[in-house]
């Protein structure tokens, strides 16, 4: 990374090669997309869902600041020249993550995703923090202390969810269908894309070395509830 040209501006940027120019514009469409995406199909009715003002006013918390990434994401890209249109989900081509398909209905299954999804999105927004355009590596710092407390509010509720009568069990259920979605967060293996990335110093790990870190990370989290996560095979993503 340190012989890597960095990026320190906007202006600057404008003047690099179209093929670095073009990989940040990926990056930031997928977060300005994904991050709305979450917000309106989880975040937002979650708030219906939760169980207690308390757990409301955490969730609102959530919310706010999930939306707030999407603005930062997207103010980012009108600064690039990006047409708004582009970073809205309901505007644009690009599909969604998988883990978006998911049909959520009750307080569990929004602790495990915010548990489970929000560790992914921990570690892809870990793999920006160094990266080679300053204008998007301060956005991904900016946004980390967020993520970590939206994961962290995912394992809070789940451990209290588990503490109840038959809650471990169905804390379990929920993993067991949840999980396998979300390894296909990191995009595929042997990816044209990331292997771009990498050149330019945009990011640094490999599609394949981020999903084995999740994997591992995510497993540490639910042995610490006593639980285990349903066996995947990585070679299929």
Not at 136 to 152: I, K, V
Request: aromatic share 10%; with cysteine.
């Amino acid at each position: 990374m340190s012989n890597l040209k960095q990026i320190e501006t906007i202006e600057q940027w404008r003047d690099e090669a179209d093929e670095f120019k073009e990989a940040c514009r990926k990056i930031v469409i997928s977060h300005a997309i994904n991050e709305l995406y979450g917000s309106q199909v989880y975040d937002e009715p979650a708030i219906a869902l939760a169980p207690n003002p308390y757990a409301k006013w955490q969730v609102c918390r959530v919310v706010m600041e999930e939306y707030g990434h999407h603005y930062r994401f997207f103010e980012l890209g009108r600064e690039m020249g990006i047409d708004g249109s582009r970073m809205l989900p309901e505007q644009t081509e690009k599909s969604p993550l998988s883990i978006m398909t998911y049909k959520m209905s009750t307080w569990e299954e929004f602790c495990v995703i915010k548990m489970l999804g929000d560790l992914a999105e921990i570690i892809q927004v870990e793999d920006l923090v160094q990266c080679s355009f300053h204008p998007l590596r301060n956005l991904a710092r900016m946004t980390m202390p967020e993520e970590h407390f939206h994961a962290e509010f995912g394992e809070n509720f789940t451990t209290e969810i588990c503490q109840t009568d038959g809650g471990k069990e169905l804390i379990q259920e929920h993993i067991n269908t949840i999980f396998p979605l979300l390894p296909s967060f990191f995009g595929r293996s042997g990816s044209k894309n990331n292997e771009i990335y990498r050149k330019w110093g945009i990011k640094k790990c490999t599609n394949e070395d981020m999903r084995a870190d999740y994997v591992k990370r995510a497993g540490e989290i639910v042995g610490r509830l006593e639980l285990t996560l349903p066996e995947v095979d990585l070679n299929d993503y």
